[in-house]
């Protein structure tokens, strides 16, 4: 564990030093980095963590590290579940889909813990990443049966959302959706599909979506880098206080 005082100086150090320049500008490399700042290089880059998920930086394999500059974030409340291109349209800023993928797979005993669909249910699991202009901001994984949508479906227009590709056709009606919010830890696979480092810190959530029946249509993982999303609820106070 880092020692709290001197990492707190690193971090504003390297904020004061970010700050300074402009959007685009290069900093200097690792090694001139870590001896200007007195730091061995992987205490720079617990460092430099913390202001690559804030979007303020972006390193580059090969190239470097570079400052990105204060970009917009996705404000919402999670009274209401809505997608990061509603979102997006919202604030006018510009995403599209990324890497995807597409995998088939029926429900086995080995799946079931992850997928919450009867087992030998026939199931397609949708993977992608979401952009800004200037990098991945999410990946989702969303898992639901073929007979709901199927690969022809994808066709169709999807450009990244199952969630409005679902309300567009409006077939099934969806009517709730329960999500479970936590902090995880970027695996190898997922920093890579990000371009972040293993172990950075991520949003995570993990949601079922339910039709007017109770019945599940979706499962969906999403990763979200923290910077880029300002999420909110609105919750009312206990009307009597109880022990």
Not at 199 to 227: M, N
Request: charged share 30%; glycine share 6%.
């Amino acid at each position: 564990m880092q020692n709290e005082q001197p990492f707190q100086r690193l971090q504003v150090e390297l904020e004061r030093m970010i700050t300074q320049k402009k959007a685009g500008e290069k900093l200097p490399s690792e090694p001139a980095l870590a001896k200007t700042l007195g730091v061995s290089r992987s205490t720079l880059r617990e460092a430099m963590r913390t202001f690559e998920v804030q979007g303020l930086i972006r390193r580059r394999q090969g190239q470097g590290t570079f400052v990105v500059g204060k970009q917009k974030s996705f404000e919402g409340g999670l009274e209401v579940l809505e997608s990061i291109e509603t979102l997006s349209e919202r604030i006018g800023l510009n995403v599209s889909m990324g890497e995807f993928e597409v995998k088939r797979f029926k429900v086995d005993e080995e799946t079931r813990e992850m997928v919450p669909f009867p087992s030998k249910t026939e199931v397609i699991q949708i993977e992608r990443t979401i952009n800004t202009e200037e990098r991945p901001i999410a990946y989702l994984v969303d898992i639901l049966p073929i007979t709901t949508l199927n690969e022809k479906d994808l066709e169709e227009g999807f450009d990244g959302s199952v969630l409005d590709w679902l309300l567009k056709r409006g077939d099934p009606v969806l009517s709730q959706s329960n999500t479970r919010i936590d902090s995880v830890e970027a695996s190898s696979d997922i920093a890579h599909k990000l371009q972040i480092q293993r172990g950075t810190a991520l949003l995570f959530f993990e949601s079922d979506v339910y039709d007017g029946s109770d019945q599940i249509v979706t499962h969906t993982y999403t990763y979200f880098l923290p910077g880029y999303f300002d999420f909110h609820i609105v919750r009312q106070v206990a009307k009597k206080y109880s022990k």
